[in-house]
């Protein structure tokens, strides 16, 4: 079974930073994304960034970019969200996911949750002012 285990989430200061970390497991499928998203409270779920296992390519929203990176440790098989300059809009529960639909656009994913099929559990992140 695919799994995903989100950590790294935590209280932080505007203007701060925090590493999100995704281990998977199980994967049985050669390319993949893996997706970053997140989901404040009474608002709907938001897609942050995402990575593609084939190229690396990297996709951000609009509201993250230049502040947050996306990497992998094929090594290791973690994904990471590097989380820096951190605003207090920021403030969500951040999940990682996965999905083997790669003749998608990563920029088609980014706004398309429901065709990611593996989720972590969610790690929350909160930026004080």
């Known amino acids: 079974d695919v799994q995903l285990q989100a950590s790294g989430g935590g209280l932080v200061q505007a203007g701060g930073s925090l590493r999100l970390s995704c281990a998977a497991s199980g994967f049985t499928f050669d390319d993949y994304f893996i997706g970053w998203f997140r989901q404040a409270p009474g608002e709907e779920r938001e897609g942050v960034s995402c990575?593609?296992?084939?190229?690396?390519?990297?996709y951000y929203a609009d509201s993250v970019k230049g502040r947050f990176t996306v990497s992998s440790d094929n090594a290791k098989n973690t994904f990471y969200l590097q989380m820096n300059s951190l605003k207090p809009e920021d403030t969500a529960v951040y999940y990682c996911?996965?999905?083997?639909?790669?003749?998608?656009?990563?920029?088609?994913?980014?706004?398309?949750?429901?065709?990611?099929?593996?989720w972590g559990q969610g790690t929350l992140v909160t930026v004080s002012s």
């Open positions: 996911a996965a999905t083997a639909s790669t003749y998608y656009s990563g920029s088609y994913l980014l706004l398309h949750s429901f065709e990611y099929d593996y």
């Open positions: 990575i593609s296992s084939s190229d690396g390519s990297t």
